[in-house]
T-cell receptor, first 110, second 111 residues
Framework: EDQVTQSPEALRLQEGESSSLNCSYT??????LFWYRQDPGKGPEFLFT???AGEEKEKERLKATLTKKESFLHITAPKPEDSATYLC???????????FGTGTSLTVIP | DAGITQSPRHKVTETGTPVTLRCHQT?????MYWYRQDPGHGLRLIHY???????DKGEVSDGYSVSRSKTEDFLLTLESATSSQTSVYFC??????????FGPGTRLTVL
């Protein structure tokens, strides 16, 4: 069964304290792995798509990496405005369904 | 929100009443999706559409129906709302069966 697990559930960082969020997945043939950011009361905002092991993508203080079993979202020198819930999703090669994890709630303290 | 609007944004209704949520896009994307988001669960797919009048079920489709008569509109109907359908509902769109872009959400409360 296709499955996505994110850890930790919640993370508190001091401003400037770098860290990583984990997304472990099992899927019968990966079409893509997706990272989203979600602010309270809003819809998920697209960040990255990764397609194959070894691929990396960057945007400002965020970098996403992918292996055959997991993905990491690295946050370098975070700022308070990076506080949000970060969601991971996978899509199998067959079918059009996405499977989402429950997210990591990140709080960056000034 | 990538040219996606959802209406209503908030709704309170009573058990047993029918409810229709609307998703409207201005991007002319082929694919449209309805998800629900509940505490302790990831976003779960209810139904999706891959073209006008072409729809398919997701993993939590029981109690829901959808219709898409125009490219830009995707309707989600709860034929007889139950308290277990209290949730936040998100619409998403995509040009290919790949990266999805989400709307602002509709908070539905069934009393």
């Amino acid at each position: 069964e296709d499955q996505v697990t994110q850890s930790p559930e919640a993370l508190r960082l001091q401003e400037g304290e770098s860290s990583s969020l984990n997304c472990s997945y099992t899927v019968s043939g990966l079409r893509g792995l997706f990272w989203y950011r979600q602010d309270p009361g809003k819809g998920p905002e697209f960040l990255f798509t990764l397609y194959s092991a070894g691929e990396e993508k960057e945007k400002e203080r965020l970098k996403a990496t992918l292996t055959k079993k997991e993905s990491f979202l690295h946050i370098t020198a975070p700022k308070p405005e990076d506080s949000a819930t970060y969601l991971c999703a996978v899509q199998a090669r067959t079918g059009n369904q996405f499977y989402f994890g429950t997210g990591t709630s990140l709080t960056v303290i000034p | 929100d990538a040219g996606i609007t959802q209406s209503p944004r908030h709704k309170v209704t009573e058990t047993g009443t029918p409810v229709t949520l609307r998703c409207h896009q201005t991007e002319n994307h082929r694919y449209m999706y309805w998800y629900r988001q509940d505490p302790g669960h990831g976003l779960r797919l209810i139904h999706y559409s891959y073209g006008v009048k072409d729809t398919d079920k997701g993993e939590v489709s029981d109690g829901y129906s959808v219709s898409r008569s125009k490219t830009e509109d995707f309707l989600l109907t709860l034929e007889s709302a139950t308290s277990s359908q209290t949730s936040v509902y998100f619409c998403a769109i995509s040009e290919t069966p790949d990266t999805q872009y989400f709307g602002p959400g509709t908070r539905l409360t069934v009393l």
